[in-house]
């Protein structure tokens, strides 16, 4: 049934000193109201500390059709990733 | 009954007076379950379901809390599901069926505004079962009026429709306001125990107007007022509430799961 509400994105931080995490979506008219649906639905059972939503319209994604072109080329170069170097012995706390 | 200040003359007063408070947030709760799978959204299923269970949960303390004061042996399920009408307590504004969307959030608002003036105030019990139950229930019902509160905002500020037909709703709720506040024989027995609920409504009139003026809606005037909820004497949605509810523990006593 299209009810005609935006979809909202939710994210939810469980406790203090974590980065809120999403959580999944649902509708609402209006962000207000969207926080408390995301109350209701999203932290009954002591889950969170702290709610953000965010109109899923407002996030840019990239798109599936991109994965090649964005990803691809990370997976060839070794060299990007610390444990390629080896450690000069001497060096000390690195 | 350790815990309790009242002696045994004063016993049934109490174990009367938590019977009501206990009865308003049973009969409420049984009336916001009616919702489920009806609500405009999934997401208001929720939340109705919500605040019904925490109703649910207010009444069971206080339910159980009665039936041990009264010391006859009675627990929550006997209370709720074996007593018949006149012996229920609750006032009139949660027997009011459930009808459109904006009649229960008027219903809602009215009623939550109410519980939170009642349960700050019985934080300050010298009873500690009641200032405990209090202490817990008042942050939920905050929470359920201010989904009343966004709620008759949206509807009477929002279009022509919604503001006429959250406007009927208001009329429709409001001659069971003065009830809220009449004064209550077993409250006035326990000075200090209970809340006097008269002394109650200024602090909900507050609330209560500048949510009306927010919502761009005028306060009814109504030409009646229900009375005697708290006495057993009830209006005729009550009895048809009351079967439905109690219907499985009838047909199966003391069925459990």
Known sequence: ????????????????????????????????????????????????????????????????????????????????????????EGVAHL | MSDSPAGTSSAAALSTYAMGLGDDALILAQRLGEWITWAPQIEEDVALGNIALDLLGQARTLLNYAGEVEGAGRDEDELAFLRDERAFRNVWLVEIPNGDFAVTMARQLLFSAYQCELYAGLEDSIDVTLAGLAAKAVKEVYYHRDHATQWV??????????????????????????ELFDTDDAAAALPGVAVDPASLRPAWTEYVERALAGATLTRPEPKWHSRGGRTGYHSENLGHLLPEMQALHRAHPGATW
Do not use: C
């Not at chain 2, 709703?169 to 069971?176: E, I, K, S």
């Open chain 1, 1 to 88: 049934m299209s009810t005609g509400w935006p979809l909202w994105e939710v994210f939810v931080r469980a406790r203090r000193g974590l980065a809120h995490q999403h959580v999944g979506s649902l509708h609402a008219p209006d962000a207000e109201m969207a926080l408390r649906n995301a109350r209701d639905v999203y932290t009954r059972r002591g889950e969170g500390v702290s709610l953000w939503v965010v109109a899923s319209a407002d996030i840019a994604a990239s798109s599936p059709e991109e994965k090649d072109p964005f990803f691809e080329p990370a997976m060839d170069k070794a060299y990007r990733h610390p444990t390629f170097y080896d450690v000069p």
């Open chain 2, 153 to 178: 905002r949206r509807l009477g500020d929002g279009t022509d429709e919604s503001h006429a037909r959250m406007q009927a709703a208001l009329d429709r709720v409001w001659p069971y306001v003065d």
